[in-house]
């Protein structure tokens, strides 16, 4: 089997969080939403025959704008110090329908947050927990499927920021299904 990604709602900009982040979280608008499509022989797997898609998982890590290959591993690619980073980094699949009524496999990223203005883009890897006999746990095995970079976006500063951007159809529709993505009613500023 293998895996195609692709980025269905990229962040566009951000304003810096506080510290501590739990009283001045700010979140990245809109939320990052990645759709995952596994094949077999080069045809699209349908979403509600893959099994076990609880063994599925997507974790972030931070990159600057200017990274702009997907690295083959971590330590190919600048990473940008964790504690920069705010929220949470990672999400397991969800079974949901897009715009037209087809269900898909997606990654929600509702809750992430940057502390320091700059340019910036996502490293995006998919897990997958199978077996192995090697693994030092019996039985488990943690093996990356996949991987992506989003889009360079944007954090601004608390006097440069724009205002936030209104929630786009998608997130309404996902949150319409379930999906746990804080919606705001904000008004963005001229």
Not at 15 to 43: V, Y
Not at 53 to 67: E, G, P
Not at 100 to 112: A, E, T, W
Not at 174 to 184: C, E, K, N, P, R
């Amino acid at each position: 089997m293998d895996y195609r990604l692709q980025i269905i709602q990229s962040p566009a900009l951000g304003r810096m969080c506080g510290l501590p982040a739990k009283r001045d979280k700010r979140l990245l608008g809109p939320p990052l939403i990645i759709q995952l499509r596994p094949h077999i022989d080069n045809e699209e797997i349908q979403p509600e025959y893959l099994e076990d898609i609880h063994l599925y998982y997507c974790f972030l890590s931070l990159r600057l704008a200017d990274d702009n290959h997907t690295p083959a591993s971590a330590r190919d690619s600048p990473l940008v110090h964790s504690q920069e980073f705010v929220g949470t980094p990672i999400s397991s699949l969800s079974l949901l329908m897009n715009h037209s009524g087809k269900q898909g496999l997606y990654f929600c990223f509702p809750d992430v947050g940057i502390r320091s203005p700059g340019n910036y883009r996502l490293f995006c890897k998919v897990f997958k927990i199978t077996e192995s006999v090697d693994s030092p746990i019996i039985g488990t095995c943690v093996t990356n499927v996949i991987r992506i970079l989003t889009n360079p976006f944007e954090i601004y500063s608390p006097n440069a920021y724009p205002g936030s951007l209104p929630p786009t159809r998608l997130t309404r529709h996902l949150v319409m299904q379930g999906a746990q993505i804080h919606i705001s009613n904000a008004k963005r500023r001229n």
